[in-house]
T-cell receptor
Framework: GENVEQHPSTLSVQEGDSAVIKCTYS??????FPWYKQELGKRPQLIID?????GEKKDQRIAVTLNKTAKHFSLHITETQPEDSAVYFC??????????FGAGTTVTVRA | DAGVIQSPRHEVTEMGQEVTLRCKPI?????LFWYRQTMMRGLELLIY????????DSGMPEDRFSAKMPNASFSTLKIQPSEPRDSAVYFC???????????FGPGTRLTVL
């Protein structure tokens, strides 16, 4: 099955700086790569996703890049704000359903 | 729409007891997922239903776990008998097949003493 590795496990950044989280996956057939944000005690919520026919996608301060050859994808958050503090999960999946999640990255934005 | 609804939000039970978790997916969604989240193992997919039919239950840890979806608006995850190692947050999620995005419910925090 799919195996997703996520680094780093924790990340502390100064407010206004950028944060980068990287994930690798094992199954070259995977074609859907979402990122979820989970605040303490809350449910995971989708923040951005990318499909294998796209190399990069941006939504305001968040961007995701995908390198299918190397089987890795990254989340970039620019101009970080305190409300960006949360656990971020990457995932990889095939078609409609089977998502394998990374272990998560705890991001702390220092004021 | 109220989103995915789960009940109960918290459950504390003793080892050996039966536990039933409930989920109501978003109206119109035809895919439903049960996940378990722990610090040690992260988010794990337990079972996936499409149009009320279990498609993949390879993540169900053992026979003590069972899941049903009797209709498009209701699903249950049952643990019988429960064990302390079952303590976790159980999430239900739903999606519209073909659109990928999974919407998670608020989760049920299960503690087995």
């Amino acid at each position: 099955g799919e195996n997703v590795e996520q680094h780093p496990s924790t990340l502390s950044v100064q407010e206004g700086d950028s944060a980068v989280i990287k994930c690798t996956y094992s199954d070259s057939a995977s074609n859907y790569f979402p990122w979820y944000k989970q605040e303490l005690g809350k449910r995971p919520q989708l923040i951005i996703d990318i499909r294998s026919n796209v190399g990069e996608k941006k939504d305001q301060r968040i961007a995701v890049t995908l390198n299918k050859t190397a089987k890795h994808f990254s989340l970039h958050i620019t101009e970080t704000q305190p409300e960006d503090s949360a656990v971020y999960f990457c995932a990889a999946g095939l078609n409609d359903y089977k998502l394998s999640f990374g272990a998560g990255t705890t991001v702390t934005v220092r004021a | 729409d109220a989103g995915v609804i789960q009940s109960p939000r918290h459950e504390v039970t003793e080892m050996g007891q039966e536990v039933t978790l409930r989920c109501k997916p978003i109206s119109g969604h035809n895919s439903l997922f049960w996940y378990r989240q722990t610090m040690m193992r992260g988010l794990e997919l337990l079972i996936y239903f499409n149009n009320n039919v279990p498609i993949d239950d390879s993540g169900m840890p053992e026979d003590r776990f069972s899941a049903k979806m009797p209709n498009a608006s209701f699903s249950t995850l049952k643990i019988q008998p429960s064990e302390p190692r079952d303590s976790a947050v159980y999430f239900c999620a739903s999606s519209l097949a073909g659109y990928n995005e999974q919407f998670f419910g608020p989760g049920t925090r299960l503690t087995v003493l």
